[in-house]
């Protein structure tokens, strides 16, 4: 293999010319204060990039040792990193290749650079790729020290074996073994483009699509996101944990003087529990678990405060308490402990990480901690929210996809009420009251009425799980546990019968994607993120059935994430021009910023412009994005924003 150590930027500028794909990979360490620290060396505020290894041509590579503290370093670091910044990492005409793009873009962001398209993220194409007949690669199959043996019959050496347990920086770059592990990573990052690239072509030529334009991109923008995390306040946080220690305490010191000396745990949910609720007390099982036992969730406990009322009033106030017991468990073990214990000691912020690809159709999901949970508004009653905060003379600035899901169902089954409703900036909720009670749509708006809130309520639900095959017990359960409504099963087949005959469509696309999904064995996003669904012809009704749901689920949400991510891919084209804008967070259909408080305006009109834009040439339903600004998350005012 042609790896060599180059010092000098003439052999760099002469390696890179005339290349238009470019393979580039980090080495970083710790810096001084954080050498003690683990994982310090992946914090792009903890650590600096050692050397950078590029890439051009299979069995090449050359490697730039920057900040090594034995052997020597190229001449002049920065005016390396200015020279790759603009013939590389911001060049338009030079294809970037990296494997985990979003931890080279967070590096070369904290330099105040912005990897632009094209570029190309190989985890992500690894992910998007089979690894059987009906399965896509994981995260935890896309590592290249796991695809390199797989795929190219090559074992390379682990980070530990080459540096012995110590930083990279603490390696001689002349070394052979340093510049052979620095540079096969750019190496082998380059043929895995080549050979992924040429997979697509073959088998899934969409896919080739998705990866450079869609979810490269993204890496690109959650390396952003990543770096600049979210401010919390501390003070706040502690406070409010202790209070949570009291209520918790107090509560189970009531359910206590109930129950007696029985063990309930941190949930409520221990098998000592259970014994007494459903042996020494004799209560009915109204719901079972999996394995077929007794259920002691959220559900089982509404089901018997309901059955308590009628039969036993006076154990009523016991599941009150539990219910309350276990909102108060979650609110301090998943939002104040959990969220306090990723504050990093560095920026006083939470960096989350982020998966783009985390779910089959696509979606985002969060870890470390999870953000995509965060209670709303409405059910936040320690004002979780109000903990993440901007700093002094910034504002938080959050743009929110109006119905994005709705409007895109709207889009696929074409149906012609669903379509008038968006086109002419009605409000589909209440045009689905109308549905499916029948009344005219002036009563449906009218918020005097006795039964506005319950029958908008209702509509919404059914909007929301409509397009997904919503069963009438289904639409029953949901009113329950998240509305509180206590709906007939009678009223809710009524009312799904009056919705799939007000919307005549609606029915007609279901079936059509659930044949197709059973002749295909998947089901496609618009622009063909594909998800494979072996269930769907199952004698077993149970996955059969979800198997058909996931058909109608995957191109409505998937091609809503697809969406997103493309209004991403925009943003991240246009940030340079705006450095002062800080991306922050993603939550299902929210993107989340940090901004200067007398630039909301300039920067609503930005984003806005970036999400509403087409996504492509077909879809011809009107997407809205609303914008909220405040000094923290719980605090968002709307706002009108100015073209």
């Not at 013939?87 to 005409?93: H, I, K, L, P, S």
């Not at 940090?594 to 999400?611: G, N």
């Amino acid at each position: 293999m042609n790896y060599t150590c180059v010092l000098s930027l003439k052999k760099i500028q002469e390696y890179l010319a005339g290349s238009d794909v470019v393979a580039f990979d980090f080495e970083t360490s710790p810096t001084e204060d954080y050498r003690s620290e683990e994982r310090a060396a992946l914090d792009a505020h903890k650590a600096a990039i050692t050397g950078v290894s590029l890439s051009v041509a299979e069995d090449s590579g050359i490697y730039i040792p920057l900040r090594h503290r034995i052997g020597r370093n190229a001449a002049k670091p920065e005016g390396v990193m200015d020279y790759l910044r603009q013939a590389v990492f911001e060049n338009t005409d030079v294809i970037k290749v990296a494997h985990n793009l979003a931890f080279e873009a967070m590096f070369l962001y904290a330099l105040g650079s912005v990897v632009q398209p094209p570029c190309y993220d190989t985890i992500a194409a690894a992910q998007l790729t089979l690894k059987s007949r009906t399965q896509f690669r994981g995260i935890s199959d896309s590592g290249m020290k796991t695809l390199v043996p797989q795929l190219f019959h090559v074992e390379l050496p682990d980070f530990l074996t080459v540096t012995g347990g110590r930083f990279f920086d603490e390696l001689n770059p002349q070394d052979e073994e340093t510049v052979r592990y620095a540079c096969a990573d750019s190496d082998y990052a380059l043929r895995l483009y080549h050979l992924f690239n040429g997979w697509f072509d073959k088998y899934l030529p969409k896919h080739h699509r998705l990866v450079e334009q869609v979810e490269s991109p993204t890496a690109v923008y959650c390396g952003l996101m990543r770096y600049n995390g979210l401010l919390v306040d501390r003070v706040a946080m502690e406070k409010k944990q202790k209070e949570a220690e009291e209520r918790l305490a107090a509560i189970r010191q009531e359910i206590a003087f109930i129950i007696g000396d029985v063990e309930i745990g941190q949930n409520a949910s221990t098998s000592a529990f259970k014994s007494y609720l459903y042996t020494d007390l004799g209560l009915p099982v109204l719901k079972t678990t999996a394995k077929y036992q007794e259920a002691a969730d959220d559900e089982a406990m509404i089901l018997l405060a309901d059955w308590c009322r009628e039969h036993k009033p006076e154990l009523v106030r016991l599941f009150e308490l539990v219910q309350e017991y276990r909102r108060w468990g979650k609110i301090k073990s998943t939002y104040l402990d959990g969220y306090m214990g990723h504050i990093n000691g560095a920026t006083g912020r939470i960096h989350p990480d982020l998966m783009p690809l985390g779910t089959e159709t696509g979606r985002f999901v969060s870890r470390n901690p999870n953000l995509q949970n965060t209670p709303r508004k409405g059910n936040d009653p320690v004002g979780i929210r109000s903990m993440i905060v901007a700093p002094e003379g910034r504002v938080l600035l959050s743009l929110d996809f109006s119905q994005i899901e709705l409007r895109v169902g709207a889009f696929y089954c074409r149906d012609d009420t669903m379509l008038q409703t968006y086109r002419s900036g009605g409000d589909i909720h209440a045009q689905t009251t109308s549905v499916i009670y029948k009344i005219p749509f002036e009563q449906a708006v009218d918020k005097n009425a006795s039964d506005y809130k319950e029958r908008r309520t209702i509509a919404k639900n059914c909007n929301f799980g409509v397009f997904f095959g919503l069963f009438p017990r289904g639409l029953q359960r949901t009113l329950k546990f998240k509305a509180g409504l206590d709906t007939p099963l009678e009223d809710c087949e009524r009312i799904i019968a009056n919705l799939k005959a007000g919307y005549p469509q609606l029915a007609t696309w279901q079936d059509v994607v659930k044949r197709q999904a059973k002749v295909h064995r998947y089901s496609e996003t618009w622009l063909g993120r594909r998800r494979y669904l072996p269930g769907i012809a199952s004698e077993d009704w149970g996955k059969k059935s979800f198997a058909e749901r996931c058909a109608m689920n995957t191109p409505i949400q998937g091609t809503a994430a697809d969406i997103l991510k493309l209004a991403l891919a925009r943003l991240v084209v246009r940030l340079p021009e705006y450095p002062w804008l800080r991306p922050l967070l993603q939550i299902h259909d929210e993107l989340v910023f940090e901004l200067p408080a007398d630039k909301v305006q300039e920067a609503a009109a930005l984003i806005r412009s970036c999400m509403e834009a087409q996504p492509f040439p077909e879809f011809d339903v009107p997407i809205v994005a609303e914008a909220a600004f405040g000094p923290s998350f719980g605090e968002l005012a709307e706002m009108e924003v100015t073209r």
